[in-house]
């Protein structure tokens, strides 16, 4: 049962214009949501962090926006830059029986910015 | 956040055999995750490692197959037994020092044959 879906496994996007990387999530108990970056042949890097108390954040160009109640979150990156190329992982935390934060990955979608 | 160095980034092995990865956090962090990526596929969780104690595993994942190790707050290893083509993935580890804040290593790309 994949709990964080990422229906787009691809995008591309014209230099200088908006990016929107989506996901959806069906886990309630999920209350912190994270976007990573990942180049090839590296690790995935910490992009962008939501509280499920929040439904916006803000960072440089990225801008992660949440809906709890459609469990729905995206990316947006203004304005994209051929740098941005790279895959996106849409995660979500939530507290796991053990009693730590266990993280929940999306598939990914792999973002071209087209210069 | 913490830096992880990963080794080894990559490896053909003979099915059969077992190769250990070995993960190395610049400072002390409680606990360490080890995933696997398969192709086309998301990060899966294999287990959570935290020092002085055993690993806790996800479902499907079993400690005969992927024994880890945790000797100190610093340092982990995963080890991949009796591999098979199967087990070809991506393996990466990650740590979590401040609560949500998340780093993975660079990877292990292994390609069994």
Redesign the interface.
Do not use: C, D, M, N
């Given at each position: 049962d994949?709990q964080?879906k990422q229906n787009s496994p691809s995008l591309s996007v014209q230099e200088g214009r908006i990016s929107i990387l989506n996901c959806d999530y069906t886990n309630s108990m999920f209350d912190?949501f994270?976007w990573?970056k990942k180049y090839p042949?590296?690790?995935?890097?910490?992009l962008i962090?939501i509280s499920s108390i929040k439904d916006k954040n803000e960072d440089g160009r990225f801008t992660v926006f949440l809906n709890k109640s459609a469990k729905h979150l995206s990316l947006h990156i203004v304005p994209s830059q051929p740098g941005d190329s790279a895959v996106y992982?849409c995660a979500a935390?939530g507290y796991?029986s053990?009693g730590?934060?266990?993280?929940?990955?999306?598939?990914?979608t792999k973002l071209q910015v087209i210069p | 956040s913490a830096v992880i160095s990963q080794k080894p980034s990559r490896d053909i092995c003979q099915r059969g055999t077992s190769l250990t990865i070995q993960c190395q956090v610049d400072s002390q962090v409680t606990m360490m995750f080890w995933y696997r990526q398969q192709p086309g596929q998301s990060l899966t969780l294999i287990a959570t490692a935290n020092q002085g104690s055993e690993a806790t595993y996800e479902s499907g994942f079993v400690i005969d197959k992927f024994p880890i190790s945790r000797p100190n707050l610093t340092f982990s290893t995963l080890t991949v037994s009796n591999m098979s083509p199967e087990d070809s993935s991506i393996y990466l580890c990650s740590a979590n020092r401040d609560g949500y804040g998340y780093t993975f290593g660079s990877g292990t790309r292994l390609t069994v044959v």
């Open positions: 994949q964080v912190y994270l990573y042949a590296e690790g995935p890097t910490f962090s992982f935390s796991h053990g730590y934060q266990k993280v929940t990955f999306g598939i990914g | -």
